[in-house]
């Protein structure tokens, strides 16, 4: 908690800070009300969110008549708790069903820290004492493969990889088979993720679950999103939701943004939980999603 505070202290700033320093004011007049919306709206938190907060938080101060600044701020703590709503389900499905591994997809644009995501999700695995295979299905970009096998060398499981260029699906086919056949307990699938054209994607992403699922059912499909890129990855999520069957959001690159409330906008675009942020570039540096240790770092 320590640590999310304190890479999350961009974002202190814009939304912790600016919307309690409104609520700490004497009176809460309509100038105050919209300065909170500005915030929040800065703080990428969207529109439809925003506005349900505003209208939940002004409604419960004025029903329960809370003049207390500092009631009023836990009032506005609650309303984000729920907003981010800490009742979602956000442990990894990597259950595997019928003695077979369970199967992780990992997608999303390049660049946005997919092959990190991957690797640090090994690690945090092992750590559990769980067995994991890699599977390089990022055939496209050239050092996709080998910085994923950089990872599996340094946290000890073994990298399944193609041919440069070659086919996605059959690289997790082989890596779904070598699972199986080592009777590993999870099988982490990295994709390629050129976004030039929506069936082109629609195409890849959708043959290599298909052609994994002959095999063994994926468990989970991971879409990693760039904190940093705000209504980007807004259009992303809605473009990956449409192509693939997400269930779950890793978000990225949280510690360079001042706009943390992209979390729960998110989340409200793909109807999905958070699962977990990425909070620096160190190797440990994704944490699973909490939503309250979440609220409290904004708010601090
Ligand atoms: P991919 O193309 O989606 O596989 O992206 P990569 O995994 O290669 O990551 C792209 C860059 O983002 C790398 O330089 C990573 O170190 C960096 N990166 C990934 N996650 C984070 C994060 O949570 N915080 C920061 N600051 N950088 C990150």
């Known amino acids: 908690l320590v640590r999310l505070r304190a890479r999350l202290a961009k974002s202190q700033g814009s939304l912790g800070r ?112 769980q067995t994991v295979v890699l599977g390089a299905a990022d055939t496209f970009r050239a050092a996709a493969a080998d910085q994923l096998q950089t990872w599996g060398e340094r946290v000890g499981v073994p990298t399944v990889r193609g041919p440069e260029g070659g086919d996605p699906a059959s690289v997790g086919f082989e890596a779904v088979q070598r699972g199986i056949a080592d009777e590993t307990d999870v099988v982490l699938v990295d994709t390629a993720g050129r976004l030039h054209t929506k069936s082109g994607l629609m195409d890849e992403l959708g043959k290599v679950k298909r052609v994994i699922e002959k095999q063994a059912p994926v468990t989970e499909v991971l879409l990693v999103i760039d904190a940093t890129t705000g209504q980007n990855g807004l259009t992303q999520a809605r473009v990956f939701g449409e192509v693939v069957d997400v269930s779950g959001i890793v978000l990225t690159k949280l510690d360079g943004t001042a706009k943390g409330g992209i979390v729960i906008a998110v989340q409200r675009e793909l109807g999905v939980p958070v699962k977990f942020v990425g909070l620096g570039e160190g190797e440990d540096d994704l944490a699973p999603f909490d939503a309250e240790e979440f609220v409290d770092a904004l708010l601090a």
């Open 18 to 129: 600016g919307l309690l320093s409104v609520l700490g004011r004497a009176r809460l007049d309509d100038a105050a009300w919209e300065e909170i919306e500005d915030t929040l709206l800065a703080a990428d938190v969207g529109v439809t969110a925003t506005d349900e907060l505003v209208q939940n938080l002004r409604t419960k101060l004025r029903v329960e008549g809370i003049t207390d600044p500092e009631l009023a701020k836990a009032a506005l703590r609650e309303e984000l708790v729920r907003l981010v709503d800490p009742t979602l389900d956000r442990t990894l499905r990597s259950t595997g069903t019928d003695g077979k591994p369970g199967v992780v997809l990992v997608v999303g644009v390049n660049g946005t820290g997919k092959t990190t995501t991957v690797g640090r999700l090994a690690r945090v695995l092992v750590a559990e004492e």
